[in-house]
């Protein structure tokens, strides 16, 4: 995915939403760069209506984004089921999370 730059804003960098604290929203990175496929703390999720160009992505599960629900600039997609239950599955697993 291009990034709209806007030097006023930084960049926009996409991030699968994985939860909330009040008004924080809590997000986990995603990437199309091919070289995460088996990197340790990657996740491969395919290829979803996130990217205009249908890459395949992958998501971060070793860095958790805090941004206040106002700092979100733009809506995506929403991930499947079954793929964002594998995502929560390794949080759980891997991270503790309940």
């Known amino acids: ?14 991030v699968l939403v994985v939860g909330r604290r009040g ?8 990437s ?5 496929e088996g990197q340790r ?4 999720l395919g290829p979803g209506a ?3 160009e249908a890459r395949p992505s992958w998501v971060r599960l070793d ?3 805090e941004v206040d629900e106002d700092g979100i600039r733009r809506e995506g997609a929403v991930l499947d089921r079954t793929r964002f239950e594998r ?6 697993r891997d991270h503790g999370w309940t």
């Open 50 to 52: 996130w990217d205009r």
């Open 87 to 92: 995502v929560a599955g390794r949080l759980r």
């Open 32 to 36: 199309s760069q091919s070289e995460r």
């Open 63 to 65: 860095r958790v984004l």
């Open 1 to 14: 995915m291009a990034y709209e730059d806007d030097p006023s804003r930084g960049k926009d960098r996409p």
């Open 41 to 44: 703390g990657w996740l491969a």
């Open 23 to 30: 008004r924080t929203v809590l997000g986990l990175m995603l």
